[in-house]
């Protein structure tokens, strides 16, 4: 069964870093690119940051560029977000999900997978 | 930056028919996939490439997508269908972005 959970979320201060991890299993998780998105207290969902397959390709939102990073283990079958300089905005859900493509070269098409999420929130 | 625009909220009967919106500029020329979420459970997929269902969906869930509005229909409503539901598309061919609707919350009466 394809699965997808998400670990490393908690409460931090502004300013402050975090790291995310998104543990792969049931598929080859190697074999596809891999989404980040978040989703603040009562709000929608807000588009993170993609990844190819193998890593040589990655986007982020404007957002989050030059703060956050993302990366991929595919020994560990793993995904990572590392988040920098944390702001008050930053508080959400944040969830992995597993797109249907390889590399990321226009569209990545849907999000098929997604996990249960791990809550971040930046507050002093 | 491309925008995808819902209405708050739908409100139908059990047994009627629900249709949710998803307006877009020239939307029709997208690829448009819509999400289920759940109050405190992840986003699931129910439609995809406009039309296509995953499998496990049932076939009550369906959508189209034309000129500057896509479309989520859902026939024989379920109390259990009860959820707010997203459009998304990507949203540029210049610089890579995804893009989310605002949401619809679903309401069974």
């Known amino acids: 069964q394809v699965h997808l959970v998400e670990s490393g979320g908690g409460v931090v201060q502004p300013g402050t870093s975090l790291r995310l991890s998104c543990a792969a299993s049931g598929f080859s998780f190697r074999s596809y690119a891999m989404q980040w998105v978040r989703q603040a207290p009562g709000k929608g969902l807000d588009w993170v940051a993609v990844i190819a397959y193998d890593g040589s390709n990655i986007h982020y939102a404007d957002s989050v560029t030059g703060r956050f990073i993302v990366s991929r283990d595919n020994s560990k079958n793993t995904l990572y977000l590392q988040m920098d300089s944390l702001r008050a905005d930053d508080t959400a859900i944040y969830y992995c999900a597993k797109t249907k493509t390889r590399a990321v070269a226009g569209t990545v098409g849907s999000f098929d997978v997604w996990g249960q999420g791990t809550l971040v929130t930046v507050s002093s | 930056s491309y925008v995808l625009t819902q209405s708050p909220s739908v409100s139908v009967a059990p047994g009627q028919t629900a249709i949710i919106s998803c307006g877009g500029n020239n939307i029709g020329s997208k690829s448009v996939h819509w999400y289920q979420q759940k109050p405190g459970q992840a986003p699931v997929l129910v439609v995809y490439d406009d039309t296509d269902r995953p499998s496990g969906i049932p076939e009550r869930f369906s959508g189209s997508n034309s000129g500057n509005t896509a479309t989520l229909t859902i026939s024989r409503v379920e109390a259990g269908d009860e959820a707010e539901y997203y459009c998304?598309?990507?949203?540029?061919?210049?610089?890579?972005?995804?893009?989310f609707g605002g949401g619809t919350k679903l309401t069974v009466l």
């Open positions: 998304h598309v990507w949203g540029s061919s210049s610089d890579y972005r995804e893009v």
